[in-house]
C-alpha cells in the first residue's frame, strides 16, 4: 500500500508540474425551481489517454504528502479568475480542513477575493483531514466568512465531523454524503 501511496503521489505531482489538471463544474439544482444555481468547481487529472479523471482519491494522499496546499490553492486561483471573468457564475470549492493552518493561502484568499466574487462562492471545508482543533477550524471559517463566502461543511457524516464540530464552525450549508440519502 505504501508504495502505491507514493506512485500515487508522484503522479499526482506530476500532473501538476505538466499542467495536467483542471476543473470539472458539477451542476447543483434548486429542489424548488429544479434550475442549476450553482457549480462545485470539482479537481480533475489528465490521463496518459488524454482522458480526464477526478482527483479525489489522491486528495487524501496530497494531505498526507503535505502539497494539499498547492491543490487547495490551484483550485482557488482557477475558480476566482472565472467568477471574475462570468459575472453571473456562482461556485462552491472544496478547500482542505488542513489548509485552515495555511495563512498563506489564507492571504492569497484575501487578495483574490473580491465582494463581488466572496457573495458568489462557497468554500466547502472537506473531512478528509483530521479536524484535530476546531478552534483553528472554526477561526478558519469565520475568516471564510469575513470575506463574504459561504462556509459549506462537505460529506458531513463520513469523515471526521461531529455535531459538536458543527456547533463550532457553524456552516452555513451542511452536505450530508450520499451514502445517507441513496435508495
Known sequence: KYKNNIRMATYFR??????????????????????IVSYECLMRLKTEDGDFISAGPFIKIAERFGFINSVDTFVLE???????????????????????????????AKKLITSDIGKRLTIEITETG??????????????????????????????????AALKVIKPDIIKIDGSFIRD
Not at 134 to 144: P, R, S, T
Request: net charge positive; hydrophobic share 40%; charged share 25%.
Open 130 to 163: 483530521e479536524m484535530r482543533d476546531l478552534q483553528i477550524i472554526e477561526e478558519f471559517a469565520d475568516y471564510i466568512r469575513s470575506l463574504g463566502c459561504k462556509v459549506s461543511v462537505d460529506d458531513f457524516g463520513i469523515g471526521n465531523t461531529s455535531f
Open 78 to 108: 482557477k475558480v476566482v479568475k472565472i467568477l471574475s471573468e462570468n459575472k453571473n457564475l456562482y461556485f462552491s470549492m472544496n478547500v482542505s480542513n488542513l489548509t485552515s493552518l495555511n495563512h498563506a493561502w489564507q492571504k492569497k
Open 14 to 35: 506530476n500532473a501538476f508540474a505538466s499542467n495536467d489538471v483542471d476543473l470539472a463544474y458539477q451542476p447543483i439544482f434548486s429542489i424548488k425551481s429544479k434550475r
